[in-house]
């Protein structure tokens, strides 16, 4: 099997993202979910005002230090700062490797509780290649399934299916243009179910889908995963510690991720921002091997605080750039498993929780 022209460039890419200390600064909100999230800070959801706040994040000085990839929206792929350098460039002088949201959102499955699949592969090929002459150098695709009971009937195996196999064909589509793909298979952590359950159903999710990139010959050194930490259900009555995700997280992957992955960067799922980071340093010094990076790609477990400290005023952007490299070293130090609490922020305590969240 040809791994193609791209397997070397595939593979410095994907290590130098999972790099020790550093993680990736999920900014592809698209510009409904940013909406959101101006909404709470009394910012009108624009494009200059969009701009602005990706200016922010992106010219921080010394974001390098712990932030390896960025992911962005499409339009924030195409945009630049106020002196008209594109955010490619701003991002590639500072040593962090620009990626790109390439999901277009997901759809309902037919005949399924409720259950859904991601669209988006008619023309992946294409705006793929796209994106790589534009600079981007990593992509990601994001699968939903949800745990709507506790006798293990969701994620129905249709769903695991139909999902696992459209993020293999993404995967494989992504490599063939010179990407490498983040998979995302996300397990919602809505609902009642203790720990146990979502553990088992994580499994399910993710064994699903390291056989399907195994049978569409996806390179996995050139590739990334993208799972929730296993947590329990958002309404049971009693939530698992730090020390009990890390402990079922860790278990999980060892049964299903194969060592030839470089790096596993976690969702925040809604967690706060501070026990986003405290889970990832926890998850760091689980029991037994753990022979890939455990690391981070964060959107509101990077910025809550970070756009309070804004509220879309210029004299403001240097305070909140403090806060968002505050934050981005705290899981730094988490992926070394070196970060012992106490950062803090406006929102750093604060649940960023949305139910049957989509972005």
């Given at each position: 099997?040809?791994?193609?022209?791209?397997?070397?460039?595939?593979?410095?890419?994907?290590?130098?993202?999972?790099?020790?200390?550093?993680?990736?600064?999920?900014?592809?909100?698209?510009?409904?979910?940013?909406?959101?999230?101006?909404?709470?800070i009394n910012v009108e959801n624009c494009e200059p005002?969009?701009?602005?706040?990706?200016?922010?994040?992106?010219?921080?000085?010394?974001?390098?230090?712990?932030?390896?990839?960025?992911?962005?929206?499409?339009?924030?792929?195409?945009?630049?700062?106020?002196?008209?350098?594109?955010?490619?460039?701003?991002?590639?002088?500072?040593?962090?490797?620009?990626?790109?949201?390439?999901?277009?959102?997901?759809?309902?499955?037919?005949?399924?509780?409720?259950?859904c699949v991601t669209q988006g592969m008619d023309d992946?090929?294409?705006?793929?290649?796209?994106?790589?002459?534009?600079?981007?150098?990593?992509?990601?695709?994001?699968?939903?399934?949800?745990?709507?009971?506790?006798?293990?009937?969701?994620?129905?195996?249709?769903?695991?299916?139909?999902?696992?196999?459209?993020?293999?064909?993404?995967?494989?589509?992504?490599?063939?243009?010179?990407?490498?793909?983040?998979?995302?298979?996300?397990?919602?952590?809505?609902?009642?179910?203790?720990?146990?359950?979502?553990?088992?159903?994580?499994?399910?999710?993710?064994?699903?889908?390291?056989?399907?990139?195994?049978?569409?010959?996806?390179?996995?050194?050139?590739?990334?995963?993208?799972?929730?930490?296993?947590?329990?259900?958002?309404?049971?009555?009693?939530?698992?510690t730090a020390d009990e995700i890390a402990l079922a997280?860790?278990?999980?992957?060892?049964?299903?991720?194969?060592?030839?992955?470089?790096?596993?960067?976690?969702?925040?799922?809604?967690?706060?921002?501070?026990?986003?980071?405290?889970?990832?340093?926890?998850?760091?010094?689980?029991?037994?091997?753990?022979?890939?990076?455990?690391?981070?790609?964060?959107?509101?477990?990077?910025?809550?605080?970070?756009?309070?400290?804004?509220?879309?005023?210029?004299?403001?952007?240097?305070?909140?750039?403090?806060?968002?490299?505050?934050?981005?070293?705290?899981?730094?130090?988490?992926?070394?498993?070196?970060?012992?609490?106490?950062?803090?922020?406006?929102?750093?305590?604060?649940?960023?929780?949305?139910?049957?969240?989509?972005?």
């Open positions: 099997m040809s791994l193609g022209p791209f397997a070397a460039e595939l593979i410095e890419t994907a290590r130098s993202i999972a790099a020790p200390g550093k993680g990736i600064l999920a900014a592809d909100e698209s510009t409904g979910t940013i909406g959101k999230r101006f909404d709470a005002n969009r701009r602005k706040y990706r200016q922010l994040l992106f010219t921080t000085a010394g974001l390098e230090e712990h932030i390896s990839g960025v992911i962005l929206y499409e339009e924030t792929l195409y945009q630049s700062t106020d002196d008209g350098t594109p955010f490619v460039d701003v991002l590639k002088s500072k040593g962090i490797i620009p990626g790109i949201k390439v999901d277009k959102g997901i759809k309902p499955l037919a005949g399924t509780n409720g259950e992946l090929d294409t705006r793929c290649a796209k994106y790589y002459a534009q600079g981007a150098r990593f992509a990601k695709w994001r699968a939903v399934l949800h745990i709507k009971d506790t006798i293990g009937a969701t994620p129905s195996q249709v769903a695991i299916d139909e999902n696992a196999n459209t993020l293999a064909r993404y995967a494989s589509i992504c490599q063939q243009n010179g990407l490498v793909p983040i998979v995302e298979p996300e397990v919602l952590m809505d609902g009642d179910f203790d720990i146990s359950v979502a553990a088992a159903c994580t499994e399910r999710v993710i064994a699903a889908c390291y056989k399907a990139l195994s049978d569409h010959h996806v390179m996995l050194e050139g590739t990334l995963l993208k799972p929730n930490m296993v947590r329990s259900g958002s309404d049971a009555a009693t939530q698992a997280t860790v278990r999980v992957l060892q049964h299903t991720v194969p060592c030839a992955v470089p790096g596993i960067t976690f969702l925040s799922g809604g967690m706060s921002e501070e026990d986003a980071s405290l889970a990832l340093n926890a998850i760091n010094h689980a029991p037994g091997p753990r022979p890939w990076s455990l690391t981070f790609s964060y959107g509101r477990a990077l910025q809550q605080s970070c756009l309070r400290a804004w509220k879309g005023v210029d004299e403001n952007v240097p305070a909140a750039q403090e806060v968002l490299k505050a934050r981005a070293r705290a899981n730094g130090l988490a992926n070394l498993g070196q970060y012992t609490g106490g950062v803090g922020g406006e929102g750093a305590n604060t649940s960023t929780f949305v139910k049957n969240y989509t972005y």
